[in-house]
Each structure stands twice: as structure tokens, then as C-alpha cells.
């Protein structure tokens, strides 16, 4: 079996880029896969050894020559997903939804280029003709742009694909109900298995980080999803028992979120900082040197933290916002807080308690390391990704992509008379039932008899 892998690889500072480092090797045992990317230099050296890594352009000319069983495109709320769109909409595959809801993202690239148009006739497509006022909305003013969070706008992805995996049931089950006949598959994120733990003292020396300071850290995009605030509220409470402590944001900051200047105005500047983006190693190693990692979140993205899985995997304890996508975690693998307008103050409670019970927080941490081991190993999620193929392949789910609707728009036009003069007699039946069922799987109606 051949697969055509469409992913985001590093230097890319995303999560995702992190996570097919790890997932491409396990699942290479499993399938042959070719990968294809956005246009950059890949600097992942293992990756590049294993792999064909190759620019999107040369896919169709491969997928013509009957190369791939199978497509896999790994998205996520992210431009640089973008380069992807153009192939899930004209050649079908599994999409893994790394995000319930692409709106942001994906009204970003394409207000961002200037095609306002495309941007709201595909919301049309999503939602119907609100989708256009709805984008005319947001297109008016940032007064409307909670809207973007209102409207997942992934309807056409989910419509477009052969089959899709979420990492989550919470959003399996909000897909299947969106697209009650597509293959969806619940497959657990993989999450490599650490052999040897990095000590605290080690992590910390590594990174010049004080030995005796109660170290917080935020991992991953900081993005408003991330309530960026209200963890700097939390820490601003906690400091006025405990002055010793660090809050570090380790990833890359939005751009739209002025999250120095905030932490400026708020005094702690000493006490609060941004690392920007960090290599995979480094992540760990920051991990590794926290007494407690956050996984804050609104309730507006649904997806699964790789962030929070790592950590856990490294036996950190985590405090995460208690939101539906991660209720299938077992108790005792984590502490939560309410998503609420109380959410800081609750916060500053569990930062309290695990600084004033070490024991507690270790105890966390080894149950967090023992689940992620038993449920979230790359080979489980590798073989998810294989039986899912595999159902899909068994199902003949056929979707034709979007070159074939090119050439047919003009079908509905042409009379009968034309259509003769262009096909041979003995061709017109099965012709006829080819494009019959090509049009109407496009959603382009009936089209007319020869």
C-alpha cells in the first residue's frame, strides 16, 4: 500500500510538525508513504532519511500515475496548513482534524490574500447563504470576529473526505453527527514513549533556570485560546503568597496578542517570560524543568493538546481547563479548573496545592506517565491509522476531486444535438452513467441526456 502524506514539518513552529516527527517512522512500519509539504527547507534530518520528501506540485503528476492508495492530510487551525486546502477539496483523502474548527485559520489566508470572494463563497458552501453575511460580518470589522469561533466553517473539509480521525471521542462524535455517512475513526494520538526521564536539577541547568524557584509553564502557540491571562492573573494572586516562583510561555506567540506588554503593565516582567519557538529536545527539556504545566483553554477550537499529552508523558502534573474534548481522561491523571469567569481564581488554588504538596503533584505525574504509556503509544496510533485505510479501501467510497467538475460545468449548457456530435454512438450508456454519478456526487444535479 502507498500513501500520499500531506503534512507540516519543522522548521514550521507548530505542534503538528512535532507530532509527524514522531507519528511518519512508526507508521512507515505499517505502509509506504511518500510526504509532501509546503514550500521550505526541511531541517528534520530523521525525517529526511526515512522519507521522500517532496513539494505539493509534484502530487497530481504522481497521483495520476495511479501512485497512492490512499491521502492523509493532517490539519489543524493553522496557516500553515493552508497549501493543503486546494488538495482536500480536489482530491479526496483522510483528514485528520487536529481542530474541530478551521474558521480562523482559514478566513485568515484568505482575507490575507486578498480573496474576499473565495473566502464568502466557501462559507456559503459551509452554512448555506448566511454563510455570506456572516462573512461580510466579519469581513466588516473585528467587532464580529467572535463569529469565527461561532462557525467551525469545516463542512466542505468534512464533505470533501473519504474518511476522517479525530484524537478526541467529544469530536468524533460532533463529525459523525455533522456527516452522519462519512468513515469517522476515534484513534488516540500518539505520543512517544520516553525511556529515560530528565531530572528537574539536569532540565534546569540546561536552561540556566534556577534550581530552588516553583517553575509554571505554559507549553505550546500562545494564542488567546490559551488564556494567556488568565494564567498571568493565577500567577499575579499565587505571587503574593509565594515570590519565588517563574511563569515561562514556552512557544511561539500569536502576533495579534501583545503578551509582553501585558506582562509588563502587570509588573512581572522579572518573573514572566516568552521563549518564543523551541526545538522539539528543548520543549522537553522546559517540561522537564516545570513543577506543574498549564493547558488552559476556551472551548472554541476542540481539539486534543499534544501539549498536555507530552507533559503528562514526562509525568508532569497538569492543570487543564475542564472542557468536553478531554472529559474521556481518566480521574487522577490531571487537576482541572472551571471554564468560567472564576477560572483564574481556581487556578491560583491549584498552584497553591501542589506547591504546599509536592508528593500530591508527583503522584499525578506518575499516574499521567502510566496512562499516556498504556493508551497513547505511536505504534497504537500508527495501527489506527492503518485500519482506517483499510476500512476505507474495503468501503469503495469513490469521491472524484474537483479537476473532473472543471471540465463538466459546462454540461449543463450543451444541448442534446452538441453532446452527439462529441461522443461516439456505442460510448453514450456508460458515458451517460459516468457522468451521471460523477455530477451528482459533485452536487452539480442531473446532467442532460445525449
Given at each position: 500500500?502507498?500513501?500520499?502524506?500531506?503534512?507540516?514539518?519543522?522548521?514550521?513552529?507548530?505542534?503538528?510538525?512535532?507530532?509527524?516527527?514522531?507519528?511518519?517512522?512508526?507508521?512507515?512500519?505499517?505502509?509506504?508513504?511518500?510526504?509532501?509539504?509546503?514550500?521550505?527547507?526541511?531541517?528534520?534530518?530523521?525525517?529526511?532519511?526515512?522519507?521522500?520528501?517532496?513539494?505539493?506540485?509534484?502530487?497530481?503528476?504522481?497521483?495520476?500515475?495511479?501512485?497512492?492508495?490512499?491521502?492523509?492530510?493532517?490539519?489543524?487551525?493553522?496557516?500553515?496548513?493552508?497549501?493543503?486546502?486546494?488538495?482536500?477539496?480536489?482530491?479526496?483523502?483522510?483528514?485528520?482534524?487536529?481542530?474541530?474548527?478551521?474558521?480562523?485559520?482559514?478566513?485568515?489566508?484568505?482575507?490575507?490574500?486578498?480573496?474576499?470572494?473565495?473566502?464568502?463563497?466557501?462559507?456559503?458552501?459551509?452554512?448555506?447563504?448566511?454563510?455570506?453575511?456572516?462573512?461580510?460580518?466579519?469581513?466588516?470589522?473585528?467587532?464580529?470576529?467572535?463569529?469565527?469561533?461561532?462557525?467551525?466553517?469545516?463542512?466542505?473539509?468534512?464533505?470533501?473526505?473519504?474518511?476522517?480521525?479525530?484524537?478526541?471521542?467529544?469530536?468524533?462524535?460532533?463529525?459523525?453527527?455533522?456527516?452522519?455517512?462519512?468513515?469517522?475513526?476515534?484513534?488516540?494520538?500518539?505520543?512517544?514513549?520516553?525511556?529515560?526521564?530528565?531530572?528537574?536539577?539536569?532540565?534546569?541547568?540546561?536552561?540556566?533556570?534556577?534550581?530552588?524557584?516553583?517553575?509554571?509553564?505554559?507549553?505550546?502557540?500562545?494564542?488567546?485560546?490559551?488564556?494567556?491571562?488568565?494564567?498571568?492573573?493565577?500567577?499575579?494572586?499565587?505571587?503574593?503568597?509565594?515570590?519565588?516562583?517563574?511563569?515561562?510561555?514556552?512557544?511561539?506567540?500569536?502576533?495579534?496578542?501583545?503578551?509582553?506588554?501585558?506582562?509588563?503593565?502587570?509588573?512581572?516582567?522579572?518573573?514572566?517570560?516568552?521563549?518564543?519557538?523551541?526545538?522539539?529536545?528543548?520543549?522537553?527539556?522546559?517540561?522537564?524543568?516545570?513543577?506543574?504545566?498549564?493547558?488552559?483553554?476556551?472551548?472554541?477550537?476542540?481539539?486534543?493538546?499534544?501539549?498536555?499529552?507530552?507533559?503528562?508523558?514526562?509525568?508532569?502534573?497538569?492543570?487543564?481547563?475542564?472542557?468536553?474534548?478531554?472529559?474521556?481522561?481518566?480521574?487522577?491523571?490531571?487537576?482541572?479548573?472551571?471554564?468560567?469567569?472564576?477560572?483564574?481564581?481556581?487556578?491560583?488554588?491549584?498552584?497553591?496545592?501542589?506547591?504546599?504538596?509536592?508528593?500530591?503533584?508527583?503522584?499525578?505525574?506518575?499516574?499521567?506517565?502510566?496512562?499516556?504509556?498504556?493508551?497513547?503509544?505511536?505504534?497504537?496510533?500508527?495501527?489506527g491509522y492503518k485500519q482506517t485505510i483499510d476500512d476505507i479501501l474495503k468501503s469503495n467510497i469513490r469521491k472524484s476531486h474537483r479537476r473532473l467538475r472543471d471540465r463538466l460545468l459546462w454540461l449543463p449548457e450543451m444541448?442534446?444535438?452538441?453532446?452527439?456530435?462529441?461522443?461516439?454512438?456505442?460510448?453514450?450508456?456508460?458515458?451517460?452513467?459516468?457522468?451521471?454519478?460523477?455530477?451528482?456526487?459533485?452536487?452539480?444535479?442531473?446532467?442532460?441526456?445525449?
Amino acid at each position: 500500500m502507498k500513501v500520499a502524506f500531506f503534512a507540516v514539518l519543522s522548521p514550521c513552529p507548530s505542534g503538528i510538525s512535532d507530532y509527524c516527527h514522531h507519528l511518519l517512522p512508526e507508521l512507515k512500519k505499517l505502509t509506504d508513504i511518500d510526504v509532501f509539504i509546503d514550500d521550505y527547507k526541511v531541517d528534520d534530518e530523521a525525517i529526511l532519511s526515512q522519507f521522500e520528501v517532496l513539494h505539493y506540485l509534484n502530487f497530481e503528476r504522481r497521483f495520476n500515475a495511479g501512485d497512492y492508495d490512499a491521502i492523509i492530510y493532517q490539519m489543524g487551525n493553522d496557516p500553515c496548513h493552508g497549501f493543503m486546502y486546494h488538495y482536500m477539496f480536489n482530491f479526496p483523502g483522510i483528514v485528520v482534524m487536529h481542530d474541530y474548527n478551521l474558521h480562523p485559520s482559514r478566513a485568515s489566508m484568505l482575507r490575507s490574500s486578498g480573496d474576499e470572494s473565495t473566502y464568502l463563497w466557501e462559507l456559503q458552501e459551509c452554512l448555506g447563504e448566511k454563510g455570506r453575511e456572516i462573512a461580510r460580518l466579519i469581513c466588516s470589522g473585528e467587532q464580529y470576529h467572535a463569529l469565527l469561533n461561532s462557525f467551525p466553517m469545516n463542512e466542505k473539509v468534512l464533505k470533501s473526505s473519504v474518511g476522517v480521525i479525530a484524537h478526541n471521542p467529544y469530536v468524533a462524535q460532533l463529525i459523525e453527527q455533522k456527516s452522519p455517512d462519512a468513515i469517522v475513526r476515534f484513534v488516540n494520538m500518539g505520543i512517544p514513549k520516553r525511556k529515560r526521564l530528565l531530572k528537574k536539577a539536569n532540565a534546569r541547568r540546561a536552561l540556566n533556570l534556577p534550581l530552588g524557584k516553583f517553575i509554571v509553564v505554559a507549553p505550546g502557540f500562545v494564542g488567546e485560546h490559551k488564556k494567556p491571562n488568565v494564567a498571568l492573573d493565577a500567577f499575579a494572586k499565587f505571587l503574593k503568597k509565594h515570590s519565588n516562583a517563574l511563569l515561562l510561555f514556552v512557544g511561539k506567540p500569536d502576533k495579534r496578542l501583545d503578551l509582553q506588554r501585558r506582562i509588563d503593565e502587570m509588573a512581572l516582567s522579572d518573573l514572566a517570560s516568552i521563549t518564543g519557538y523551541v526545538s522539539d529536545d528543548r520543549f522537553d527539556e522546559y517540561v522537564a524543568a516545570a513543577d506543574v504545566v498549564l493547558n488552559l483553554r476556551t472551548n472554541t477550537l476542540r481539539e486534543t493538546s499534544g501539549t498536555m499529552l507530552r507533559a503528562m508523558s514526562l509525568s508532569k502534573p497538569v492543570v487543564s481547563t475542564r472542557l468536553l474534548q478531554n472529559m474521556h481522561l481518566p480521574d487522577g491523571v490531571c487537576l482541572w479548573v472551571e471554564h468560567s469567569t472564576d477560572e483564574a481564581d481556581e487556578l491560583a488554588l491549584r498552584l497553591e496545592s501542589l506547591w504546599s504538596n509536592p508528593k500530591m503533584g508527583d503522584e499525578i505525574g506518575k499516574e499521567a506517565k502510566m496512562y499516556i504509556n498504556s493508551q497513547h503509544s505511536l505504534k497504537q496510533a500508527a495501527e489506527g491509522y492503518k485500519q482506517t485505510i483499510d476500512d476505507i479501501l474495503k468501503s469503495n467510497i469513490r469521491k472524484s476531486h474537483r479537476r473532473l467538475r472543471d471540465r463538466l460545468l459546462w454540461l449543463p449548457e450543451m444541448n442534446d444535438e452538441m453532446l452527439a456530435g462529441v461522443c461516439d454512438e456505442s460510448l453514450k450508456e456508460p458515458l451517460q452513467e459516468e457522468l451521471e454519478w460523477a455530477m451528482t456526487e459533485l452536487g452539480m444535479g442531473k446532467p442532460p441526456h445525449f
